[in-house]
């Protein structure tokens, strides 16, 4: 496999075109907004890529019948990737019943096994019934959207900031502490990724539906979608998104490997 540089990423961005899910994450890597490594095993025949977004996902697109491609597939995750890697796990998603079904006999002698992502769209007319979220802000409490100052007492904040990810964030604050936040993790193809967490002291008293409203109506100001995914067992979090307006879409199937499987 050879690795593209990332001046290179556009030569395999018609590869991933017609891509159904995941767009944020593979265009943030493909627009140069966040690290990651794109693979191909010919870069003057480029039917397949490879692609991993930095802290995320692996992502396959392009002709599953490529036999090159998918035979050193194996040797670039386990062999290259994984040894280096700071979380040794992998989830490899693709975007065709017929690219799963490749990978998961290509895969099988190392122990990956099948599980689904939860995916949603966001639907803008069902969310405008929350335009008075602000009134249910408890006293002692504010909304802030994370600045400067706030990465300096919170450094997890400061990537955040970085203009050429074009990254942002809100957080619900209780005086000076921060009880709830949400953020974009990844942004491209017109797209923002919803990554939310709430505190646990503060947990079940509405706060995330707060947060993720500013964090949308910032989408909205600034023409990005919103977009949520979660695991099916996250419960909160994707009863969260059907009440923030987001229509459930089908699961998506990975492959996932595990040293602990």
């Avoid at 989830?91 to 079904?101: G, I, T």
């Avoid at 074009?166 to 957080?171: D, I, N, V």
Wanted: proline content about 5%; aromatic content about 12%; overall charge negative.
């Amino acid at each position: 496999m050879i690795e593209l540089q990332p001046f290179e990423y556009n030569k395999v961005a018609p590869l991933f075109a017609d891509i159904d899910h995941s767009l944020a994450i593979v265009y943030a890597v493909l627009e140069g907004n966040s690290h990651g490594r794109v693979f191909v095993e010919n870069p003057d025949l480029l039917t397949c890529a490879f692609l991993l977004a930095e802290g995320a996902f692996y992502y396959v697109a392009g002709d599953e019948h490529n036999q090159a491609f998918c035979q050193a597939l194996s040797g670039l995750i386990f062999d290259e990737i994984l040894p280096s890697a700071g979380d040794p796990e992998v989830v490899l998603f693709s975007f065709s019943p017929a690219w799963h079904q490749r990978l998961a006999e290509l895969l099988k002698h190392k122990g990956v096994i099948t599980i689904h992502r939860k995916m949603f769209h966001f639907n803008v007319e069902k969310f405008r019934v929350h335009r008075d979220w602000r009134a249910e802000i408890p006293v002692g409490f504010a909304l802030r959207k994370i600045d400067q100052l706030l990465a300096e007492r919170y450094p997890a904040y400061r990537p955040l900031l970085e203009p050429a990810t074009r990254r942002f964030g809100y957080c619900l604050m209780d005086g000076e502490t921060v009880a709830c936040e949400c953020n974009a993790v990844f942004v491209g193809h017109a797209e923002a990724e919803i990554d939310i967490h709430t505190v646990e002291q503060y947990r079940g008293r509405g706060f995330a539906r707060l947060t993720a409203c500013a964090f949308i109506e910032e989408c909205l100001r600034s023409g990005l979608t919103p977009n949520w995914a979660c695991w099916p067992e996250r419960e909160a979090s994707w009863k969260l998104a059907l009440r923030l307006g987001f229509d459930e879409l089908p699961d998506v199937p990975a492959l996932l490997w595990a040293e602990d499987l």
